[in-house]
């Protein structure tokens, strides 16, 4: 046996079920699949569109990301690629301003190597000034 979701001209929606494929095409061809609703018998394989889960619940982590996120674009600046430099230059004067931004490896390792403190951030910047 098999189930369609049918569809009649007037645009009601049931369903039905048939020996097999080969036997509604069969009825369909010979216009014996009538309309459960209005009787009619102009009847057609309804479109199906696939169940979409719904959206899973954030993880706890991925919420403490969020969080921090929020907290750190509503408080720091973002410097870009400039953060190298403008950590250092902070530092140098003596300001604990906070920023934000790009630092490869190396320049993140002369940093923490000369006491400036900087830590990853477990997300991408929105913007970019480039
Ligand atoms: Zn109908």
Redesign the pocket.
């Known amino acids: 046996m098999i189930r369609y979701a049918l569809r009649?001209k007037?645009?009601?929606d049931f369903e039905s079920w048939f020996a097999s494929a080969d036997a509604y095409d069969a009825l369909s061809a010979k216009r014996l699949v009538s309309?459960a609703?209005?009787?009619?018998e102009d009847v057609s394989k309804a479109l199906m569109a696939p169940k979409v889960a719904p959206r899973a619940a954030p993880t706890e982590m991925e919420r403490k990301i969020a969080e921090l996120r929020r907290k750190v674009e509503a408080e720091a600046t973002y410097v870009g690629p400039r953060f190298a430099a403008e950590a250092r230059a902070i530092h140098e004067a003596g300001e604990s301003r906070p920023i934000y931004g790009e630092a490869n490896a190396a320049e993140a390792r002369e940093l923490i190597a000369d006491g400036i403190p900087v830590a990853p951030l477990p997300f991408l910047p929105k913007a970019r000034t480039n």
Do not use: A, T
């Open positions: 009649c007037e645009g009601h309309c609703v209005c009787g009619v």
